[in-house]
């Protein structure tokens, strides 16, 4: 089983940046796809950023442009550089591991870490 834990959010303000971390225990393979995902109060967990250990990083529109997925080579380190944040952006972050394939979906995932706050206040 793989454990995940974030670390790295707070409290911003617009046009600020943040770099989030996940630390990755236990055996990951290439052909996991790591993600991150949040949710704000009262909505639906949502897909932000994806990558897969070869190298393809995948974004969800709204955050194109403005951040940045990226692993270390050991597969121990999951990171998600958010740059502009914006009032739309506070949520809990969550890191997460699809270990069979590419999904955007949450409920395909199979482990997730305990999640970290990000507040972006204007």
């Known amino acids: 089983q793989v454990q995940l834990v974030e670390s790295g959010g707070g409290l911003v303000q617009t046009g600020d940046s943040l770099r989030l971390s996940c630390a990755i225990s236990?055996?990951?393979?290439?052909?996991?796809?790591m993600a991150w995902f949040r949710q704000a109060p009262g909505q639906e967990r949502q897909f932000v950023a994806g990558?897969?250990?070869?190298?393809?990083?995948y974004y969800e529109d709204s955050v194109k442009g403005r951040f940045t997925i990226s692993g270390t080579g050991a597969r121990d380190t999951l990171y998600l550089q958010m740059n502009d944040l914006k009032a739309e952006d506070t949520a809990v972050y969550y890191c997460?591991?699809?270990?069979?394939?590419?999904?955007?979906?949450?409920?395909?995932?199979?482990?997730w870490g305990q999640g970290t706050q990000v507040t972006v206040s204007s």
């Open positions: 236990g055996r990951v393979y290439s052909s996991h796809f």
């Open positions: 990558l897969r250990w070869s190298g393809n990083r």
């Open positions: 997460a591991v699809d270990r069979q394939g590419y999904s955007r979906n949450s409920k395909d995932f199979d482990s």
